[in-house]
Protein backbone atom coordinates (compact mmCIF):
# COMPACT_ATOMS: atom_id res chain seq x y z
CA UNK A 1 0.00 0.00 0.00
CA UNK A 2 1.96 3.38 -1.12
CA UNK A 3 0.28 6.17 0.38
CA UNK A 4 0.11 8.98 -2.19
CA UNK A 5 -1.64 11.58 -0.35
CA UNK A 6 -0.84 12.52 3.10
CA UNK A 7 -2.42 15.73 4.32
CA UNK A 8 -2.94 16.41 8.05
CA UNK A 9 -4.02 19.13 9.81
CA UNK A 10 -4.27 22.01 6.85
CA UNK A 11 -5.52 25.31 7.96
CA UNK A 12 -6.30 27.77 5.25
CA UNK A 13 -7.89 31.39 5.45
CA UNK A 14 -8.55 33.98 3.47
CA UNK A 15 -7.98 37.31 5.64
CA UNK A 16 -10.26 36.76 8.92
CA UNK A 17 -12.06 33.91 7.12
CA UNK A 18 -10.66 30.39 8.45
CA UNK A 19 -11.71 28.38 5.67
CA UNK A 20 -10.42 24.87 6.24
CA UNK A 21 -9.81 24.39 10.20
CA UNK A 22 -7.46 20.76 10.36
CA UNK A 23 -8.64 18.82 7.87
CA UNK A 24 -7.28 15.26 7.34
CA UNK A 25 -7.21 13.18 3.92
CA UNK A 26 -5.15 10.12 3.41
CA UNK A 27 -5.29 8.86 -0.29
CA UNK A 28 -3.62 5.38 -0.83
CA UNK A 29 -2.44 4.56 -4.39
CA UNK A 30 -5.58 3.59 -6.97
CA UNK A 31 -8.43 5.00 -4.18
CA UNK A 32 -10.96 7.36 -5.11
CA UNK A 33 -12.29 9.42 -2.44
CA UNK A 34 -15.09 11.16 -2.46
CA UNK A 35 -16.24 14.17 -0.98
CA UNK A 36 -19.19 15.63 -0.24
CA UNK A 37 -20.76 18.69 1.86
CA UNK A 38 -23.03 21.54 1.77
CA UNK A 39 -21.50 25.11 0.05
CA UNK A 40 -18.83 26.91 1.45
CA UNK A 41 -17.24 24.41 3.91
CA UNK A 42 -14.38 24.52 1.93
CA UNK A 43 -14.35 21.46 -0.90
CA UNK A 44 -12.82 23.51 -3.13
CA UNK A 45 -10.78 25.56 -1.20
CA UNK A 46 -9.07 22.10 -0.55
CA UNK A 47 -8.56 20.52 -3.68
CA UNK A 48 -7.02 24.21 -4.77
CA UNK A 49 -4.59 23.98 -1.49
CA UNK A 50 -3.64 20.18 -2.27
CA UNK A 51 -2.13 21.20 -5.38
CA UNK A 52 -0.27 24.15 -4.53
CA UNK A 53 -2.90 26.93 -6.32
CA UNK A 54 -3.53 28.06 -2.71
CA UNK A 55 -0.97 28.59 -0.07
CA UNK A 56 -1.80 27.04 3.44
CA UNK A 57 -1.08 28.78 6.81
CA UNK A 58 -0.74 25.74 8.76
CA UNK A 59 -0.30 22.21 7.95
CA UNK A 60 1.74 19.19 5.63
CA UNK A 61 0.90 17.87 2.87
CA UNK A 62 3.26 14.80 1.97
CA UNK A 63 2.93 13.92 -1.89
CA UNK A 64 5.02 10.88 -3.02
CA UNK A 65 6.46 11.00 0.18
CA UNK A 66 7.36 14.52 0.18
CA UNK A 67 6.09 17.78 2.32
CA UNK A 68 5.34 19.63 -0.69
CA UNK A 69 3.44 22.83 1.25
CA UNK A 70 6.78 24.33 2.45
CA UNK A 71 8.00 24.10 -1.87
CA UNK A 72 8.89 27.61 -3.30
CA UNK A 73 7.10 29.71 -5.95
CA UNK A 74 9.45 27.93 -8.44
CA UNK A 75 8.71 24.12 -7.66
CA UNK A 76 5.21 24.01 -7.30
CA UNK A 77 4.93 24.01 -11.34
CA UNK A 78 7.02 20.69 -10.97
CA UNK A 79 4.46 19.52 -8.35
CA UNK A 80 1.08 20.27 -10.23
CA UNK A 81 2.53 18.27 -13.12
CA UNK A 82 1.60 15.31 -10.89
CA UNK A 83 -1.66 16.57 -10.02
CA UNK A 84 -4.52 16.40 -12.54
CA UNK A 85 -7.32 18.87 -12.19
CA UNK A 86 -10.78 19.35 -13.60
CA UNK A 87 -13.02 21.83 -12.77
CA UNK A 88 -16.53 22.64 -12.87
CA UNK A 89 -16.42 24.88 -15.72
CA UNK A 90 -14.09 22.98 -17.66
CA UNK A 91 -11.84 25.89 -18.29
CA UNK A 92 -10.60 24.70 -21.79
CA UNK A 93 -8.57 26.58 -23.52
CA UNK A 94 -10.67 28.72 -26.11
CA UNK A 95 -8.39 29.06 -28.65
CA UNK A 96 -7.15 25.47 -28.98
CA UNK A 97 -8.81 22.63 -30.94
CA UNK A 98 -9.24 19.36 -28.32
CA UNK A 99 -6.18 17.88 -30.11
CA UNK A 100 -3.96 20.89 -28.88
CA UNK A 101 -5.72 21.58 -25.53
CA UNK A 102 -4.23 18.12 -24.61
CA UNK A 103 -0.74 18.15 -26.46
CA UNK A 104 -0.31 21.73 -24.99
CA UNK A 105 1.26 21.56 -21.36
CA UNK A 106 3.09 18.29 -22.36
CA UNK A 107 4.77 19.77 -25.18
CA UNK A 108 5.22 23.65 -23.72
CA UNK A 109 5.83 22.62 -19.76
CA UNK A 110 7.55 18.81 -20.35
CA UNK A 111 9.19 19.46 -23.80
CA UNK A 112 8.13 16.71 -25.64
CA UNK A 113 7.78 16.41 -29.37
CA UNK A 114 4.62 17.86 -31.36
CA UNK A 115 4.57 14.72 -33.30
CA UNK A 116 4.06 12.40 -30.20
CA UNK A 117 2.67 14.59 -27.82
CA UNK A 118 -0.59 14.63 -30.52
CA UNK A 119 -0.09 10.98 -31.05
CA UNK A 120 -0.57 10.89 -27.10
CA UNK A 121 -3.25 13.02 -27.49
CA UNK A 122 -5.41 11.57 -29.49
CA UNK A 123 -5.03 8.25 -27.80
CA UNK A 124 -6.21 9.82 -24.85
CA UNK A 125 -9.31 11.58 -26.23
CA UNK A 126 -10.28 8.02 -27.42
CA UNK A 127 -9.93 6.79 -24.23
CA UNK A 128 -12.67 9.60 -22.64
CA UNK A 129 -14.52 8.45 -25.93
CA UNK A 130 -14.48 11.28 -27.91
CA UNK A 131 -11.57 9.15 -30.70
CA UNK A 132 -13.63 11.68 -33.38
CA UNK A 133 -13.71 15.12 -31.86
CA UNK A 134 -9.71 16.02 -32.49
CA UNK A 135 -10.19 19.10 -34.50
CA UNK A 136 -13.09 20.11 -32.31
CA UNK A 137 -12.72 23.27 -30.67
CA UNK A 138 -14.53 23.96 -27.30
CA UNK A 139 -17.26 25.80 -28.69
CA UNK A 140 -18.67 23.35 -31.14
CA UNK A 141 -18.48 20.69 -27.91
CA UNK A 142 -21.02 19.75 -25.45
CA UNK A 143 -20.75 20.38 -21.86
CA UNK A 144 -20.19 16.16 -21.20
CA UNK A 145 -17.97 16.80 -24.10
CA UNK A 146 -16.34 19.73 -23.05
CA UNK A 147 -15.91 17.84 -19.68
CA UNK A 148 -14.22 14.82 -21.04
CA UNK A 149 -11.69 16.93 -23.62
CA UNK A 150 -10.50 18.47 -19.73
CA UNK A 151 -10.02 14.99 -18.16
CA UNK A 152 -7.92 13.97 -21.58
CA UNK A 153 -6.22 17.22 -20.80
CA UNK A 154 -5.36 16.44 -16.94
CA UNK A 155 -4.32 13.05 -17.92
CA UNK A 156 -1.72 14.20 -20.75
CA UNK A 157 0.55 14.89 -18.05
CA UNK A 158 0.73 11.32 -16.61
CA UNK A 159 -0.47 12.92 -12.79
CA UNK A 160 -0.34 10.07 -9.60
CA UNK A 161 -3.44 11.80 -8.42
CA UNK A 162 -6.41 13.27 -10.18
CA UNK A 163 -8.37 15.99 -8.29
CA UNK A 164 -12.21 16.79 -9.32
CA UNK A 165 -14.36 19.67 -8.33
CA UNK A 166 -18.03 19.08 -9.11
CA UNK A 167 -17.00 17.91 -12.71
CA UNK A 168 -20.62 17.40 -13.45
CA UNK A 169 -22.50 20.15 -11.75
CA UNK A 170 -22.41 22.45 -14.54
CA UNK A 171 -23.86 19.84 -17.16
CA UNK A 172 -26.96 19.43 -18.86
CA UNK A 173 -28.47 16.10 -17.08
CA UNK A 174 -28.50 13.77 -19.92
CA UNK A 175 -24.57 14.67 -19.84
CA UNK A 176 -24.11 13.87 -16.75
CA UNK A 177 -23.77 10.10 -16.69
CA UNK A 178 -21.16 9.75 -20.02
CA UNK A 179 -18.47 12.09 -17.89
CA UNK A 180 -18.85 9.90 -14.36
CA UNK A 181 -18.29 6.73 -16.63
CA UNK A 182 -14.93 8.08 -18.01
CA UNK A 183 -13.97 8.93 -13.83
CA UNK A 184 -15.15 5.22 -13.01
CA UNK A 185 -13.36 3.75 -15.70
CA UNK A 186 -10.74 5.55 -14.74
CA UNK A 187 -11.19 4.53 -11.33
CA UNK A 188 -11.49 1.02 -12.24
CA UNK A 189 -8.30 0.92 -14.11
CA UNK A 190 -6.36 2.72 -10.92
CA UNK A 191 -6.48 5.85 -10.85
CA UNK A 192 -6.12 7.70 -8.03
CA UNK A 193 -8.80 10.07 -7.49
CA UNK A 194 -10.17 12.91 -5.23
CA UNK A 195 -13.74 13.80 -6.06
CA UNK A 196 -16.07 16.91 -5.18
CA UNK A 197 -19.06 15.49 -6.03
CA UNK A 198 -23.20 15.37 -5.30
CA UNK A 199 -23.63 12.57 -7.28
CA UNK A 200 -24.18 10.04 -4.39
CA UNK A 201 -24.93 7.85 -6.96
CA UNK A 202 -21.55 7.96 -8.12
CA UNK A 203 -19.97 7.97 -4.47
CA UNK A 204 -21.82 4.46 -4.27
CA UNK A 205 -20.64 3.00 -6.96
CA UNK A 206 -17.06 4.18 -7.38
CA UNK A 207 -15.82 5.70 -4.05
CA UNK A 208 -13.37 3.64 -1.71
CA UNK A 209 -13.90 6.52 0.95
CA UNK A 210 -16.92 8.84 1.42
CA UNK A 211 -15.52 11.72 3.15
CA UNK A 212 -17.86 14.44 4.72
CA UNK A 213 -17.13 17.66 5.34
CA UNK A 214 -18.47 20.65 7.12
CA UNK A 215 -17.10 24.18 7.86
CA UNK A 216 -13.83 23.30 7.16
CA UNK A 217 -13.70 20.11 8.65
CA UNK A 218 -13.70 16.58 8.15
CA UNK A 219 -16.54 15.53 9.61
CA UNK A 220 -17.14 11.97 8.81
CA UNK A 221 -15.26 9.52 6.29
CA UNK A 222 -16.12 5.79 5.44
CA UNK A 223 -16.41 3.14 2.98
CA UNK A 224 -19.66 3.79 0.94
CA UNK A 225 -21.22 0.71 2.36
CA UNK A 226 -20.96 1.73 5.53
CA UNK A 227 -21.63 5.48 5.17
CA UNK A 228 -25.04 5.07 3.39
CA UNK A 229 -25.66 2.08 5.31
CA UNK A 230 -29.55 2.71 6.33
CA UNK A 231 -29.01 1.86 9.98
CA UNK A 232 -25.30 4.00 10.75
CA UNK A 233 -25.80 6.59 13.41
CA UNK A 234 -25.07 9.88 11.88
CA UNK A 235 -23.39 13.05 12.58
CA UNK A 236 -26.66 15.31 12.78
CA UNK A 237 -25.30 17.70 10.32
CA UNK A 238 -24.87 14.87 7.95
CA UNK A 239 -28.23 13.54 8.57
CA UNK A 240 -29.32 16.86 7.78
CA UNK A 241 -27.56 16.82 4.61
CA UNK A 242 -28.32 14.00 3.09
CA UNK A 243 -31.72 14.52 3.98
CA UNK A 244 -31.48 18.14 1.65
CA UNK A 245 -29.67 16.31 -1.19
CA UNK A 246 -31.90 13.26 -1.26
CA UNK A 247 -34.95 15.93 -2.07
CA UNK B 1 0.80 73.89 -66.04
CA UNK B 2 -2.23 71.40 -66.43
CA UNK B 3 -4.11 69.70 -63.44
CA UNK B 4 -2.94 66.15 -63.28
CA UNK B 5 1.01 67.46 -64.27
CA UNK B 6 0.55 69.68 -61.09
CA UNK B 7 -1.26 66.76 -58.96
CA UNK B 8 1.73 64.76 -59.66
CA UNK B 9 4.69 67.43 -59.17
CA UNK B 10 3.28 67.48 -55.98
CA UNK B 11 2.74 64.03 -54.77
CA UNK B 12 7.03 63.50 -55.67
CA UNK B 13 7.51 66.61 -54.15
CA UNK B 14 9.93 66.63 -50.87
CA UNK B 15 7.46 68.59 -49.23
CA UNK B 16 4.57 66.19 -49.53
CA UNK B 17 6.71 63.39 -48.90
CA UNK B 18 8.00 65.46 -45.77
CA UNK B 19 4.46 65.99 -45.18
CA UNK B 20 3.38 62.42 -45.40
CA UNK B 21 5.75 60.88 -43.71
CA UNK B 22 5.46 63.05 -40.67
CA UNK B 23 1.14 62.32 -41.05
CA UNK B 24 2.53 58.64 -40.57
CA UNK B 25 4.98 59.51 -37.86
CA UNK B 26 2.37 61.07 -35.92
CA UNK B 27 -0.33 58.74 -36.25
CA UNK B 28 2.23 55.64 -35.27
CA UNK B 29 3.56 57.74 -32.60
CA UNK B 30 0.03 58.51 -30.95
CA UNK B 31 -1.38 54.91 -31.68
CA UNK B 32 2.36 53.76 -29.35
CA UNK B 33 1.08 56.32 -26.90
CA UNK B 34 -2.37 55.50 -26.73
CA UNK B 35 -2.19 51.95 -26.65
CA UNK B 36 0.52 52.37 -23.43
CA UNK B 37 -2.14 55.02 -21.86
CA UNK B 38 -4.68 52.60 -22.66
CA UNK B 39 -3.38 50.10 -20.85
CA UNK B 40 -2.33 51.74 -18.20
CA UNK B 41 -6.42 52.78 -17.87
CA UNK B 42 -7.01 49.50 -18.60
CA UNK B 43 -5.08 47.91 -15.85
CA UNK B 44 -6.38 50.70 -13.08
CA UNK B 45 -9.84 50.01 -13.98
CA UNK B 46 -9.13 46.84 -12.67
CA UNK B 47 -7.31 48.12 -9.69
CA UNK B 48 -8.80 46.25 -6.31
CA UNK B 49 -8.00 49.64 -4.67
CA UNK B 50 -11.17 52.21 -5.18
CA UNK B 51 -8.90 55.22 -5.41
CA UNK B 52 -7.20 53.92 -8.61
CA UNK B 53 -10.18 53.23 -10.27
CA UNK B 54 -11.59 56.75 -9.89
CA UNK B 55 -8.56 58.31 -11.33
CA UNK B 56 -9.03 55.71 -14.64
CA UNK B 57 -12.66 56.92 -14.39
CA UNK B 58 -11.48 60.55 -14.16
CA UNK B 59 -9.60 60.06 -17.30
CA UNK B 60 -12.10 58.67 -19.32
CA UNK B 61 -14.01 61.53 -18.06
CA UNK B 62 -11.79 64.18 -19.33
CA UNK B 63 -10.12 62.53 -22.75
CA UNK B 64 -14.14 61.26 -23.37
CA UNK B 65 -15.61 64.48 -22.81
CA UNK B 66 -13.83 67.51 -24.71
CA UNK B 67 -12.87 67.45 -28.50
CA UNK B 68 -9.75 66.09 -29.23
CA UNK B 69 -9.66 69.37 -31.39
CA UNK B 70 -9.51 71.11 -27.94
CA UNK B 71 -7.23 68.89 -25.79
CA UNK B 72 -4.93 69.91 -29.11
CA UNK B 73 -4.52 73.65 -28.55
CA UNK B 74 -5.12 72.90 -24.93
CA UNK B 75 -1.50 71.17 -24.72
CA UNK B 76 -0.25 73.51 -27.53
CA UNK B 77 -1.39 76.68 -25.75
CA UNK B 78 -1.22 76.07 -22.08
CA UNK B 79 1.23 73.74 -20.86
CA UNK B 80 4.17 76.10 -22.24
CA UNK B 81 2.75 78.71 -19.29
CA UNK B 82 3.48 75.51 -17.17
CA UNK B 83 7.40 75.20 -18.28
CA UNK B 84 6.51 72.20 -20.42
CA UNK B 85 7.51 73.21 -23.67
CA UNK B 86 7.13 70.46 -26.66
CA UNK B 87 7.76 70.69 -30.22
CA UNK B 88 4.70 70.96 -32.73
CA UNK B 89 5.51 67.21 -32.95
CA UNK B 90 5.40 66.80 -29.64
CA UNK B 91 2.37 68.44 -28.44
CA UNK B 92 0.23 66.66 -31.41
CA UNK B 93 2.03 63.45 -30.09
CA UNK B 94 0.99 64.02 -26.76
CA UNK B 95 -2.27 64.79 -27.08
CA UNK B 96 -3.34 62.58 -29.03
CA UNK B 97 -2.24 59.88 -27.17
CA UNK B 98 -4.04 61.17 -23.83
CA UNK B 99 -6.72 61.14 -26.52
CA UNK B 100 -6.49 58.05 -27.65
CA UNK B 101 -5.67 56.14 -24.58
CA UNK B 102 -9.14 56.75 -23.65
CA UNK B 103 -10.14 54.74 -26.39
CA UNK B 104 -7.98 52.24 -26.23
CA UNK B 105 -8.71 51.45 -22.88
CA UNK B 106 -11.45 49.97 -23.74
CA UNK B 107 -9.94 47.69 -26.07
CA UNK B 108 -7.52 46.53 -23.59
CA UNK B 109 -9.67 45.92 -21.04
CA UNK B 110 -11.56 43.30 -23.60
CA UNK B 111 -8.05 41.92 -24.44
CA UNK B 112 -7.00 41.44 -20.83
CA UNK B 113 -10.71 40.13 -19.58
CA UNK B 114 -11.49 37.92 -22.76
CA UNK B 115 -8.87 35.15 -20.90
CA UNK B 116 -11.10 34.44 -17.38
CA UNK B 117 -9.20 33.05 -14.48
CA UNK B 118 -10.36 30.33 -14.79
CA UNK B 119 -8.35 29.13 -17.74
CA UNK B 120 -5.57 30.75 -16.28
CA UNK B 121 -5.71 28.49 -13.17
CA UNK B 122 -6.60 25.45 -15.67
CA UNK B 123 -2.73 26.47 -16.84
CA UNK B 124 -1.22 26.66 -13.35
CA UNK B 125 -3.25 23.16 -12.54
CA UNK B 126 -1.08 21.57 -15.80
CA UNK B 127 2.04 23.26 -14.00
CA UNK B 128 2.79 25.58 -16.64
CA UNK B 129 4.96 28.83 -15.21
CA UNK B 130 3.43 32.23 -14.54
CA UNK B 131 5.12 33.22 -18.16
CA UNK B 132 4.13 30.24 -19.83
CA UNK B 133 0.50 30.79 -18.51
CA UNK B 134 0.87 34.30 -20.69
CA UNK B 135 2.56 33.32 -23.55
CA UNK B 136 0.96 29.86 -24.31
CA UNK B 137 -2.90 30.47 -23.35
CA UNK B 138 -3.44 34.73 -22.56
CA UNK B 139 -1.85 35.97 -25.14
CA UNK B 140 -2.96 34.32 -28.11
CA UNK B 141 -6.44 35.07 -27.10
CA UNK B 142 -5.87 38.48 -26.06
CA UNK B 143 -4.01 38.84 -29.30
CA UNK B 144 -7.20 37.96 -31.13
CA UNK B 145 -9.65 40.06 -29.55
CA UNK B 146 -7.28 43.27 -29.90
CA UNK B 147 -6.20 43.23 -33.09
CA UNK B 148 -8.76 43.75 -35.11
CA UNK B 149 -10.06 47.14 -33.07
CA UNK B 150 -6.47 48.55 -32.86
CA UNK B 151 -6.32 48.12 -36.46
CA UNK B 152 -9.66 50.25 -36.86
CA UNK B 153 -7.60 52.76 -34.28
CA UNK B 154 -4.85 53.15 -36.14
CA UNK B 155 -7.05 53.88 -39.54
CA UNK B 156 -8.84 56.50 -37.53
CA UNK B 157 -5.67 58.35 -36.44
CA UNK B 158 -3.96 58.36 -39.94
CA UNK B 159 -7.62 61.02 -40.32
CA UNK B 160 -7.56 62.32 -37.08
CA UNK B 161 -3.68 63.44 -37.40
CA UNK B 162 -5.33 66.13 -39.99
CA UNK B 163 -6.44 68.17 -36.63
CA UNK B 164 -2.66 68.92 -36.42
CA UNK B 165 -2.35 70.84 -39.00
CA UNK B 166 -3.49 73.95 -35.99
CA UNK B 167 -1.01 73.84 -34.16
CA UNK B 168 1.32 73.90 -37.70
CA UNK B 169 2.48 71.46 -37.64
CA UNK B 170 3.74 69.93 -40.91
CA UNK B 171 1.36 67.99 -41.78
CA UNK B 172 -0.53 66.68 -44.92
CA UNK B 173 -3.31 68.60 -44.53
CA UNK B 174 -1.24 71.92 -43.99
CA UNK B 175 1.64 71.95 -46.57
CA UNK B 176 -1.53 70.66 -48.61
CA UNK B 177 -3.22 74.12 -47.58
CA UNK B 178 0.21 76.31 -48.15
CA UNK B 179 0.58 74.92 -51.06
CA UNK B 180 -3.01 76.23 -52.59
CA UNK B 181 -2.65 79.65 -50.80
CA UNK B 182 0.08 80.41 -53.14
CA UNK B 183 -1.45 79.56 -56.20
CA UNK B 184 -5.23 79.07 -55.45
CA UNK B 185 -5.26 75.63 -57.25
CA UNK B 186 -6.97 73.70 -54.33
CA UNK B 187 -8.18 71.05 -56.44
CA UNK B 188 -4.32 69.94 -57.01
CA UNK B 189 -2.93 70.55 -53.77
CA UNK B 190 -5.91 68.76 -51.71
CA UNK B 191 -6.05 65.87 -54.37
CA UNK B 192 -2.50 65.19 -53.60
CA UNK B 193 -3.09 65.42 -50.13
CA UNK B 194 -6.29 63.12 -50.55
CA UNK B 195 -4.44 60.50 -52.65
CA UNK B 196 -1.43 60.21 -49.80
CA UNK B 197 -4.02 59.43 -47.36
CA UNK B 198 -5.88 57.24 -49.50
CA UNK B 199 -2.52 55.09 -50.22
CA UNK B 200 -1.60 55.06 -46.18
CA UNK B 201 -5.06 54.25 -45.05
CA UNK B 202 -5.57 51.33 -47.98
CA UNK B 203 -1.67 50.18 -47.15
CA UNK B 204 -2.68 49.75 -43.21
CA UNK B 205 -6.48 48.47 -44.11
CA UNK B 206 -4.57 45.78 -45.92
CA UNK B 207 -2.31 44.85 -43.45
CA UNK B 208 -4.73 44.87 -41.15
CA UNK B 209 -7.03 42.36 -43.02
CA UNK B 210 -3.56 39.83 -43.72
CA UNK B 211 -2.88 39.88 -39.57
CA UNK B 212 -6.83 39.15 -38.61
CA UNK B 213 -6.53 36.13 -41.59
CA UNK B 214 -3.23 34.91 -39.53
CA UNK B 215 -4.77 35.00 -35.96
CA UNK B 216 -7.86 34.00 -36.93
CA UNK B 217 -7.71 30.11 -35.78
CA UNK B 218 -6.77 27.35 -37.80
CA UNK B 219 -9.48 25.38 -39.78
CA UNK B 220 -12.12 28.02 -39.09
CA UNK B 221 -13.67 29.81 -42.46
CA UNK B 222 -13.25 33.49 -41.91
CA UNK B 223 -16.72 35.16 -42.62
CA UNK B 224 -16.67 37.15 -45.70
CA UNK B 225 -14.79 37.64 -48.77
CA UNK B 226 -11.23 38.92 -48.26
CA UNK B 227 -12.52 42.21 -49.94
CA UNK B 228 -15.51 42.57 -47.48
CA UNK B 229 -13.22 42.25 -44.38
CA UNK B 230 -10.93 44.61 -46.20
CA UNK B 231 -13.89 47.40 -46.41
CA UNK B 232 -15.44 46.42 -43.38
CA UNK B 233 -12.03 47.55 -41.42
CA UNK B 234 -13.64 51.04 -42.24
CA UNK B 235 -16.78 51.14 -41.37
CA UNK B 236 -15.82 51.44 -37.67
CA UNK B 237 -12.55 53.23 -37.89
CA UNK B 238 -12.81 57.15 -38.29
CA UNK B 239 -15.08 57.48 -35.00
CA UNK B 240 -15.79 60.95 -34.49
CA UNK B 241 -14.51 62.95 -31.98
N1 LIG C 1 -10.35 33.30 -3.22
C1 LIG C 1 -11.12 33.45 -2.13
N2 LIG C 1 -11.07 34.57 -1.40
C2 LIG C 1 -11.82 34.72 -0.30
N3 LIG C 1 -12.69 33.80 0.16
C3 LIG C 1 -12.80 32.65 -0.52
C4 LIG C 1 -12.02 32.41 -1.70
N4 LIG C 1 -12.34 31.19 -2.18
C5 LIG C 1 -13.26 30.70 -1.34
N5 LIG C 1 -13.54 31.55 -0.34
C6 LIG C 1 -14.47 31.34 0.77
O1 LIG C 1 -14.12 30.13 1.40
C7 LIG C 1 -15.27 29.41 1.79
C8 LIG C 1 -15.20 28.03 1.21
O2 LIG C 1 -15.28 28.11 -0.19
P1 LIG C 1 -15.18 26.84 -1.14
O3 LIG C 1 -15.30 27.34 -2.53
O4 LIG C 1 -13.99 26.05 -0.80
O5 LIG C 1 -16.49 26.05 -0.74
P2 LIG C 1 -17.12 24.74 -1.39
O6 LIG C 1 -17.25 23.76 -0.32
O7 LIG C 1 -16.34 24.37 -2.59
O8 LIG C 1 -18.55 25.25 -1.80
P3 LIG C 1 -19.41 24.96 -3.13
O9 LIG C 1 -20.13 23.66 -2.89
O10 LIG C 1 -20.36 26.10 -3.20
O11 LIG C 1 -18.47 24.91 -4.29
C9 LIG C 1 -16.46 30.20 1.31
O12 LIG C 1 -16.97 30.93 2.40
C10 LIG C 1 -15.89 31.13 0.29
O13 LIG C 1 -16.62 32.33 0.26
MG1 LIG D 1 -16.72 24.39 -4.67
Redesign the interface.
Known sequence: MTVILDATAIHKSYGTLHVLRGVDLRVVRGECHCIIGPSGSGKSTLLRCL?L?EPIQDGRILFEGRDIAAATRREA??I??R???V?Q?F?????L?ALDNVA??PV???GEAKARARERAAALLAKVHLPDKL?S?PDELSGGQQQRV?IA??LA?DPALMLYDEPTSALDPETVGEVLQVMQELAEEGMTSIVVTHEMGFARRAADHVVFMDEGKVVHAAPPEEFFAPDTPLPDRLARFLGRIAH | MDSPELILRYLSSERFLYAAWMTLAISLCSLAGGMAAGLVVALLQEARLAALRWVAILYLWLFRGTPVLFQLIFVFNVLPGFGIVLSGFGCAVLALSLNEGAYMAEIMRSGIRAV?F??R?????????ES?VMR??VL??AM?IIVPPIGNQFIGMLKLSALVSVIAVEELLLVANQAAAANFRYLEALSAAGIYYLGLTTIFMALQALLESALR????KPQGTFLQRFLGATAEAGRVR
Open positions: NLPGREIGMFNELFQHSLARVRDFARAM | GGQQAARALGMRQWVPQRRRGR
